[in-house]
């Protein structure tokens, strides 16, 4: 296992985390609802949360959904609404509308991409309902647009993974295969890694965090750029999708182009295990328990931190078949 991590995130991420222990002992859909893919309960003194998850785009993204509605239950005094937004922002901002004239007592959300809120957001502070944002930012003209944020620092993602990078492969002739443009883990990610190296980088393409779509990119990428030897992948499925392209080449991924991702999900791991993909930067999708906590906080009109980070790891091919196996995402 490797782990390294700037010590502003280790040192925020252990805060956060020993805040919520000492305050309480700490994502596609899967509800039955109907095709907007809502769900809700009763109970009049429960917490009403109306939660917009933004898609099922990948394994992370299905891990953390799985999270949040574990953990934002009964049990944990909320009632929850959920919607799958199907990674179109337009459904977001439906669904953040019928938040609101359901009187939702909290709002939280996953933005699919960081700017386009300014309206919606406005409509919801109006409405006196706090917004607690999840996982993504936003960019957004509204004053106070949120209380509290909790996710990864998708910045310092890119960072330990170009440095990696820079001391296992200095020379490298990378080929960037970004997330969905806009979404601040595309962003941020992408400052991070260039800013460790950037001047290395030969060409770049989205693959919209899908292992189908990173396949693609990665196909006309060895087509246009047939210099590269690695490549960094913004999360493990569009990785994936590179390995197939790559086989599909008749190379060695992990051999003849080396693969860097990031999210840590069990097909990521197992690939490294394999041998396929060479080094794994860690998101950790399941933080449900601290969500449900920081709602239960804001509900209670208590003093909450702006953000919140998980704590997260990073891995290479030293790590265990074993350790796959026991791996809970």
Same mark, same amino acid.
């Given at each position: ?9 280790? %040192? ?16 596609? *859909? ?7 893919? %809502?769900? #809700?309960? #009763? ?33 944990? *005094? ?73 996710? @990864? &620092?998708?910045?310092?993602? *890119? ?24 979404? #601040? ?6 400052? #991070? ?12 393409? @989205? ?6 779509? *990173? ?20 999360? &493990? ?51 449900? &328990? ?9 509900? %209670? ?29």
């Amino acid at each position: 296992m490797f782990s390294s991590r700037g010590a502003r995130l280790r %040192a925020t991420a252990a805060l956060a985390t020993a805040a919520m222990l000492a305050l309480a002992g700490c994502g596609g *859909g899967n509800g039955d609802g109907g095709d907007d893919g %809502a769900t #809700g309960g #009763g109970g009049d003194e429960l917490i009403r949360v109306g939660f917009s998850q933004l898609g099922a785009e990948s394994g992370w993204r299905t891990a953390n959904t799985e999270s949040v509605q574990a953990s934002l239950s009964e049990e944990n *005094g909320i009632d929850l609404t959920f919607v799958d937004a199907q990674q179109k922002q337009e459904n977001q901002i439906r669904a953040l509308r019928d938040f609101v004239s359901q009187d939702m007592d909290v709002i939280a959300f996953s933005p699919v991409i960081e700017t386009g809120w300014d309206q919606v957001l406005q409509e919801i502070k109006d409405a006196g309902i706090p917004v607690v944002l999840v996982d993504r930012t936003v960019e957004t003209t509204v004053e106070d647009p949120f209380v509290t944020w909790i996710g @990864s &620092d998708f910045r310092a993602e *890119g960072v330990t993974a170009g440095e990696w990078v820079a001391e296992n492969h200095p020379d490298a002739q990378i080929f960037e295969l970004q997330g969905t443009m806009g979404s #601040g883990a595309q962003v941020d990610r992408q400052e #991070g890694f260039r800013e460790i190296v950037g001047d290395q980088i030969i060409g770049e393409a @989205s693959g919209n965090f899908t292992r189908a779509e *990173g396949r693609t990119a990665v196909e006309a990428a060895l087509q246009a750029y047939p210099d590269l030897d690695l490549i960094f992948s913004h999360n &493990d499925d569009m990785g994936l999708g590179a390995i197939e392209a790559i086989e599909a080449a008749g190379m060695t991924p992990g051999e003849d182009i080396t693969i860097v991702t990031v999210d840590a999900v069990k097909d990521g791991l197992q690939a490294l295990v394999d041998g396929k993909f060479n080094f794994v930067v860690e998101c950790n999708p399941v933080f449900g &328990d601290q969500l449900a906590e920081l709602i239960n906080q804001v509900h %209670a009109g208590e003093e909450v931190p702006e953000q919140t980070f998980v704590e997260e790891s990073a891995f290479d091919q030293t790590i265990t078949q074993e350790f796959v196996d026991e791996r809970p995402y």
